[in-house]
């Protein structure tokens, strides 16, 4: 059974273009989560995807954006970057209430 | 406003004896609790959970209790092993009842050391 995938594992971007994330949750799973997790931090939550629709938000820009597929798998688009925005990106996966499940993140640095 | 706290950013235990790591909450309305472990270059990978209706949850070594009147939980590791050397994070939620998971917040994370 796999667990949560992402892709890429590193990404490096110049200030002001637009990047993807990918991840694939878990079998069986329906609900994808993004943090963001900045060196010598804890993640923190960006948005939640459930039934295709963003459900919950944190404190992010509206240049973070994201869609989830009929297949559960989402994307994590941000555009315009900003230096600030490197750091480790996390997917993570859950069904209902239960317990979220990480993917192995992607490291986006900006230069 | 940082929500969930982990005062002490390492620790570094003996092998064979206890780890204590701590986190304490200041939001009321969190009802459930997660300790996550990372190692570096992974994704956090769950450990343990409980519910605040709750106060002791064990699963092997592992062992979370909650004190909601302090609004504080600890995780306890027992017997330390050199392979449980990660940081560990703590994670609060105020879970939705009939819709999704609820966002979790966490705290800053416990570099764990566990010395052979």
């Known amino acids: 059974d796999a667990g949560v995938t992402q892709s890429p594992t590193h990404l490096i971007k110049t200030r002001g273009q637009q990047v993807t994330l990918r991840c694939s949750p878990k079998s069986g799973h329906d609900t994808v989560s993004w943090y963001q997790q900045a060196l010598g931090q804890g993640p923190q939550f960006i948005f939640q995807y459930y039934e295709e629709e963003e459900r919950q938000r944190g404190n992010f820009p509206d240049r973070f954006s994201g869609h989830q597929f009929p297949n559960y798998s989402s994307e994590l688009n941000v555009n315009a970057l900003l230096l600030g925005d490197s750091a480790l990106y996390l997917c993570?996966?859950?069904?209902?209430?239960?317990?979220?499940?990480f993917g192995p993140g992607t490291r986006l640095t900006v230069t | 406003d940082q929500q969930v706290k982990q005062n002490s950013p390492s620790l570094s235990v003996q092998e064979g004896r206890i780890s204590i790591l701590n986190c304490d909450y200041t939001?009321?309305?969190?009802?459930?609790f997660l300790w996550y472990k990372k190692y570096p270059a992974e994704g956090p990978t769950f450990l343990i959970s409980i519910s605040s209706i709750k106060d002791k949850n064990e699963d092997g070594r592992f062992t979370v209790f909650l004190n909601k009147s302090a609004k504080h939980l600890s995780l306890h590791i027992v017997p330390s092993q050199p392979g449980d050397s990660a940081v560990y994070f703590c994670?609060?939620?105020?879970?939705?009842?009939?819709?999704?998971?609820?966002?979790?917040?966490f705290g800053t994370g416990t570099l764990l050391a566990v010395q052979p």
């Open positions: 994670a609060a939620s105020a879970r939705n009842y009939g819709g999704a998971t609820n966002k979790l917040i």
């Open positions: 993570a996966s859950s069904l209902m209430q239960h317990e979220q499940y």
């Open positions: 939001n009321s309305m969190f009802d459930y």
